[in-house]
T-cell receptor, first 112, second 116 residues
Framework: KNQVEQSPQSLIILEGKNCTLQ??????????LRWYKQDTGRGPVSLTI?????NTKSNGRYTATLDADTKQSSLHITASQLSDSASYIC???????????FGTGTRLKVLA | DAGITQSPRHKVTETGTPVTLRCHQT?????MYWYRQDPGHGLRLIHY???????DKGEVSDGYSVSRSKTEDFLLTLESATSSQTSVYFC???????????????FGEGSRLTVL
């Protein structure tokens, strides 16, 4: 069964600190993996996409990694800001389909 | 901005009444999706469309129907709303750059439905 699991479920950090969010997937055949940010009361917005051949990709203070062998991805946030408070959702696409498998998200709260 | 508008944004209704949510896009994208989001669950696919009059069921389609008579509009209908359908509903489109399918999902702002 295609599944995406994220950890931790929630996380509280102080402003300026770094954090890492985890995503494990069992989707086959794998096409790509995206991280989305969802602010409270808003729709998710894509942060980055990882394809099979990519190991690391950065988008400002966000850095995503992918290990296709272990089927794990991480999202590292550097020098967190209050505006990083949101839910972060890992989404995996299976090759040959137009469907997406969503994780349940990690809720991040950044405190001043 | 992917030009997605959902309406209504908020609705409170009673059990047994019909409800229609509308998703409107201005980008002429082929693929459109309806998801529901509930605490403890990831976004779950209700129905999706791959063209005018072409739709297919998702994993939680029971109690829902959809229609797409124009490229820009994708309607989600709850024929007889139940309390278990209280949720936040998101419409999404699959992005494309010209003729290149990017695979990126662009979401609307959501429609919060409460069934009493």
């Amino acid at each position: 069964k295609n599944q995406v699991e994220q950890s931790p479920q929630s996380l509280i950090i102080l402003e300026g600190k770094n954090c890492t969010l985890q995503c494990n997937y069992t989707v086959s055949p794998f096409s790509n993996l995206r991280w989305y940010k969802q602010d409270t009361g808003r729709g998710p917005v894509s942060l980055t996409i990882m394809t099979f051949s990519e190991n690391t990709k950065s988008n400002g203070r966000y850095t995503a990694t992918l290990d296709a062998d272990t089927k794990q991805s991480s999202l590292h946030i550097t020098a967190s800001q209050l505006s990083d408070s949101a839910s972060y959702i890992c989404v995996v696409s299976a090759a040959g389909t137009y469907k997406y498998i969503f994780g349940t998200g990690t809720r991040l709260k950044v405190l001043a | 901005d992917a030009g997605i508008t959902q309406s209504p944004r908020h609705k409170v209704t009673e059990t047994g009444t019909p409800v229609t949510l509308r998703c409107h896009q201005t980008e002429n994208h082929r693929y459109m999706y309806w998801y529901r989001q509930d605490p403890g669950h990831g976004l779950r696919l209700i129905h999706y469309s791959y063209g005018v009059k072409d739709t297919d069921k998702g994993e939680v389609s029971d109690g829902y129907s959809v229609s797409r008579s124009k490229t820009e509009d994708f309607l989600l209908t709850l024929e007889s709303a139940t309390s278990s359908q209280t949720s936040v509903y998101f419409c999404a489109i699959r992005g494309a750059s010209g003729s290149l399918d990017t695979g990126e999902l662009f979401f609307g702002e959501g429609s919060r439905l409460t069934v009493l």
